[in-house]
């Protein structure tokens, strides 16, 4: 049915109030009556507007601090009357009741005094009541009520209202669309919090919601359609809170490698530089070392065939000098926490290397949920924040490991974390010499490092295998001692695992008659 109701009447009460003063100004000037409240009610007067205070449409005052205000037959009946119903129209006549037909509305700051690490109750004040309230009622009776929840559409209302005195049916059914996906978000918000609040990791309707940061061209492949979502306020940085200061837009595969890349340089302590180079979501070189340059240039040793087309991701600010050597080697995103004007400035003549600032690095804690989608469902999971140090290690061979191997084997651990499983990860003096991933065997995978770190020394034109005198990690236990053993044969000299297969004396045994040290940690990283 079409109803181009006339815009005589409006209810405007925000939050936000950034271009509200002009906006009510030219819908003033249209003719529109406008009706506030409270904050919203000062600002337009402050503009020389006339305004009428709900509390003169309701007969009935703001009490409770502002709690009670909009909750009234007035306004409601005025915002959910049919005007085409007899029996409404009535109702309307006999408890004066006069029609709404634009509600301008933002919600209470909920998520920003959540993200502020506001006390409880003042996050409870910040749940917004009437105001959610108004946009649903609005939103079912979209064909006589427009309703507005974003700044954004501001410019298109006034547009239709200025010209036709009215909104378009089809600009209101877009309106209440986007109102109650705002409402949906809103209220997974505070459910979210809610439950945190309780410790209650997996309450009984678990909720999602995001806000559309960026429709992408497409998505893992170019038949399929793509969009970036935010999922809300979040203090933790990454590729949603970034800034990108230059390059093309970013790709569903790029933000998918470089969320991956800066995760895993989370695992490491910013005082010391550490450089990730992620390849289709797994590394294929990371490094510590004294300066940020040569920490990128042992990153890359690893694999610098697999590093062309590439994400890197830093722990410290770029700088210009390693700018100069990042831009020799194509790459498509460098995500960092920050960068310098050098570096800015040399990347400014790579016009489609995109540059990211996080403005911090993500620390491997549980915070937040892993989501994976099933057919008909999804997945929930807490991150995967286990850190492994020093005292978690049991020795289980004869010989014990040097300092040396025990740092190399928890730097290989903290990767390993972060590569595909099956995973297998060979580093020497703070660096990855080799990576296995995705392989349904380990066995295939301690190979496949064994001959990246082969190919690594063929390219840097070393006479042997990087993988010599270095220590391997593996994601979950070795089931038997064949992979082990090819680890051996390729120069490992120690083995970090988490232990737990029925064979561990095998392994263990296997591994003592080839002279490695070995330590189980008891814990398993999965990642699939």
């Not at 009946?77 to 309307?92: P, W």
């Not at 108004?134 to 010209?163: C, Q, W």
Request: include cysteine; hydrophobic fraction near 45%.
């Amino acid at each position: 049915m079409v109803d181009h109701t006339p815009a005589r009447r409006a209810l405007i009460s925000v939050s936000d109030k950034e271009g509200i003063v002009d906006f009510a100004k030219r819908l003033a000037a249209a003719g529109v009556e406008l009706i506030s409240t409270g904050g919203t009610a000062k600002a337009l007067r402050d503009a020389g507007l006339k305004v009428s205070d709900v509390s003169d449409i309701t007969e009935f005052p703001e009490m409770m601090d502002g709690r009670i205000k909009t909750l009234h037959p007035r306004v409601h009946g005025g915002l959910l009357a049919l005007r085409d119903d007899a029996g409404h129209k009535k109702s309307m006549d006999d408890h004066k009741i006069d029609g709404i037909e634009l509600l301008v509305v933002n919600l209470y700051p909920f998520e920003e005094t959540v993200a502020k690490g506001a006390e409880f109750a003042d996050c409870i004040e910040n749940i917004d009541i009437g105001g959610p309230a108004m946009i649903r009622a609005a939103a079912k009776n979209h064909r006589f009520v427009g309703v507005v929840t974003d700044p954004s559409d501001y410019e298109t209302v006034l547009g239709e209202i200025e010209a036709n005195g009215a909104l378009k049916d089809e600009t209101k059914r877009q309106l209440a669309a986007k109102a109650f996906a705002k409402t949906a978000a809103y209220d997974a918000a505070i459910s979210s919090w809610f439950a945190d609040q309780n410790g209650d990791t997996f309450p009984k309707n678990y909720t999602l919601a995001g806000r559309l940061d960026s429709v992408l061209r497409y998505g893992e492949n170019p038949h399929q359609d793509a969009a970036f979502y935010h999922s809300g306020v979040s203090g933790r940085p990454g590729v949603a809170t970034a800034r990108q200061l230059q390059g093309k837009a970013l790709s569903y595969n790029n933000l998918n490698d470089t969320d991956a890349a800066y995760e895993l340089i989370g695992e490491f302590d910013p005082a010391k530089p550490a450089v990730a180079i992620i390849k289709h979501a797994n590394p294929c070189g990371v490094a510590t070392a004294d300066d940020i340059v040569a920490a990128y240039e042992e990153a890359l040793k690893c694999d610098p065939v697999s590093a062309f087309g590439g994400i890197v991701a830093l722990n410290q600010k770029l700088t210009g000098g390693l700018a100069e050597k990042i831009v020799k080697v194509f790459t498509e995103v460098v995500i960092a926490p920050d960068a310098d004007e050098d570096a800015i400035a040399i990347f400014a003549a790579k016009k489609n290397l995109r540059l990211l600032v996080a403005g911090g690095i993500p620390t491997p804690d549980s915070t937040g949920k892993i989501i994976k989608p099933l057919a008909g469902g999804f997945l929930v999971q807490s991150r995967d924040a286990k850190v492994i140090g020093v005292d978690d290690l049991k020795v289980v061979t004869k010989r014990k490991p040097s300092e040396q191997e025990l740092a190399d084997m928890l730097f290989a651990f903290k990767v390993a974390k972060h590569v595909k499983s099956n995973a297998i990860v060979y580093a020497k003096n703070g660096a990855t010499v080799g990576v296995g991933a995705g392989q349904m065997s380990r066995l295939d995978s301690s190979r496949i490092a064994a001959r990246k770190a082969q190919d690594a020394a063929e390219a840097w034109g070393a006479t042997a295998s990087l993988a010599e005198a270095s220590v391997v990690a593996s994601d979950a236990f070795f089931p038997f001692a064949d992979g082990l053993l090819a680890a051996a044969e390729a120069g490992a000299t120690a083995v970090i695992q988490p232990g737990g297969s029925i064979r561990d004396d095998d392994v263990i045994a296997a591994a003592d008659e080839a002279g490695l040290a070995m330590v189980f940690t008891g814990v398993r990283h999965f990642r699939h």
